[in-house]
């Protein structure tokens, strides 16, 4: 098993940063399965979606709503990944959960969320 720890979520004020780290824990061979990790959101009635993905090897997708704003990393040494928000809009305003997918059976690990809150 994989575990996630989300940190990071908070109030910012519209305009304004905040990062987002996820950290990856588990055995050595189940971290060594996953490659590509990422950040999904979901807002109150709404569906959850991607924010932005990572590949082991550095390839980056994001959301077209969050291009231009919002950076993805990844420390494969360290297991994390991380959320740059900036220029942060009430409408970034959601439940972020990070996700790691493993390659060989396509199972997806879950953290448990960390809410981010962007006032007007």
């Known amino acids: 098993q994989v575990q996630l720890v989300e940190s990071g979520g908070g109030l910012v004020q519209a305009g304004g940063s905040l990062t987002l780290s996820c950290a990856a824990s588990?055995?050595?061979?189940?971290?060594?399965?996953?490659?590509?990790m990422g950040w999904y959101r979901q807002a109150p009635g709404k569906q959850r979606e991607l924010v932005a993905v990572i590949t082991r090897g550095g390839s980056t997708n994001y959301a077209d709503s969050v291009k231009g704003r919002f950076t993805i990393s990844r420390d494969n040494a360290k297991n994390t990944v991380y959320l740059q928000m900036n220029s942060l809009k009430p409408e970034d305003t959601a439940t972020y959960y990070c996700n790691a997918n493993n390659r060989w059976t396509d199972y997806n690990y879950w953290g448990q969320g960390t809410q981010v809150t962007v006032s007007s």
């Open positions: 588990g055995s050595i061979a189940r971290l060594n399965a996953i490659n590509a």
